[in-house]
Nanobody
Framework: QVQVAESGGGLVQPGGSLRLSCTAS????????MAWFRQAPGKEREGVSC????????VYADSVKGRFTISRDNSKNTLWLQMSSLNAEDTAMYYC???????????????????WGQGIQVTVSS
């Protein structure tokens, strides 16, 4: 069955960096766009970044542009999110998600993503 699993979260000081990983299985990873979302307590789930199946197109939310970098290695069925210059507003549960339709452009809308990981906590605090 389709599975995606996040790792790499934790506590980091303001201004620090962290890299999240997402490992996928149960589907042809190189056929699907992938995305990162986050959800802070009391807030709606927010699309952070997504990447097309080939890695040729990357999309970022305005709130993370210039600070976060999404990447993937299709030979390893792995997606990453490199986060830098972190601040308290980045504190949230972070989720990896697979696009619902094969070969479609990636999407930052939760409705366009069909499979989700369990999430991993990122806390930015001194």
């Amino acid at each position: 069955q389709v599975q995606v699993a996040e790792s790499g979260g934790g506590l980091v000081q303001p201004g620090g960096s962290l890299r999240l990983s997402c490992t996928a299985s149960g589907f042809p990873f190189n056929d699907y766009g992938m995305a990162w979302f986050r959800q802070a307590p009391g807030k709606e789930r927010e699309g952070v970044s997504c990447i097309t199946w080939s890695g040729g197109t990357k999309v970022y939310a305005d709130s993370v542009k210039g600070r976060f970098t999404i990447s993937r290695d299709n030979s390893k069925n792995t997606l990453w999110l490199q986060m830098s210059s972190l601040n308290a507003e980045d504190t949230a549960m972070y989720y990896c998600a697979r696009r619902d339709l094969r070969s479609d452009p990636c999407s930052l809308s939760p409705w366009d993503n069909a499979y989700w990981g369990q999430g991993i906590q990122v806390t930015v605090s001194s």
